[in-house]
């Protein structure tokens, strides 16, 4: 179909709203378009419309039940409506589907974390460390929840996991700054800082 060509290329050119209308125009021809309904469901989410979103992503797995990747889509709709509980089901049927679906495994641990389940989301975390070693933002976010249980050493290699992913991840950097200055150890805290500085030269905290 050629509305949903031209979309593809809307999306793709990073012009997100002339995409979205040729979605629309997709699903005015074809109400069970999977494809239409999935990405324009992805622009809305990141339009902060979470609850249009989720009706394109129930219209899509009402066509497609056995799809993690929708599942795991119609979670993140959920948690952004702070629907986390069901947000937590739809992950674990994505991940049920998909054993190996880091991503799924990552915003499960997410959806712990605001649950204050700190264990089960450490435990999630690294689950979606095993699958994908170069995951750098589920090392971040391993590290800084170690962080908060003064779990230190482990923090610390959570973040340098982290940083051998990215090495140009300021964010990483300036919290293993404030870890190591609130263990007393100053001069790689000011190091670490430092390390922020450079990739990052307006990051205000870190100065």
Known sequence: MAHLQLAYAHTAAGRQDEAARQYHEVLAIDAYSTPAAVNLGL????????????????????????????HN?????????????????????????????WEA?????????????????????????????????????LGALLA?????????????????VRPDYADVYYSLGVLQAKRGLLEEAIA???AAIRRKPDYADAH
Do not use: C, M
């Open 73 to 101: 889509n119609y979670g993140n709709a959920l948690g952004a409506r702070n629907r986390l509980f069901e947000a937590e089901a739809a992950y674990r049927r994505a991940i049920t589907l998909d054993p190996g679906y």
């Open 192 to 194: 670490a800082y430092q």
């Open 148 to 164: 908060q249980q003064n779990r230190s050493e482990e923090a610390v290699a959570a973040y340098q996991a982290a940083l051998r």
């Open 105 to 141: 495994h990552y915003n499960l641990g997410v959806v712990y974390q605001k649950q204050g389940r700190v264990e089960e989301a450490i435990k999630a975390y690294q689950e979606a460390t095993r699958l994908k070693a170069d995951y750098a933002e589920a090392h971040y976010s």
């Open 43 to 70: 622009i809305l989410l990141r339009q902060g419309r979470a609850e249009e979103a989720l009706g394109l992503f129930q219209r899509a797995l009402a066509e497609q039940p056995d799809s993690s990747i929708i």
